[in-house]
């Protein structure tokens, strides 16, 4: 499992757009993301520096 930091998620729609960013080069991906801790847990084939360009493409910095 893959824990991110993200700055910015406030709300459902970052969730679906996190969710969907990824979920778009990993089909497969399971996604958690809980807005108190803003963090993003990840369950997927994807390199972490990948994962993190995909949510920051997003509009949601990583922090490292």
């Not at 930091?5 to 757009?17: D, H, L, P, Q």
């Not at 390199?47 to 493409?57: C, F, K, L, V, Y």
Request: hydrophobic share 45%.
């Amino acid at each position: 499992m893959l824990s991110l930091k993200v700055s910015g998620m406030t709300c459902g729609g970052c969730i679906k757009a996190v969710t969907k960013a990824i979920q778009a080069q990993d089909p497969q991906a399971k996604v958690q993301v809980d807005l108190a801790s803003q963090m993003v847990n990840l369950e997927t084939s994807l390199p972490a520096t990948q994962a993190s360009q995909i949510i920051t493409d997003a509009g949601f910095p990583v922090a490292l």
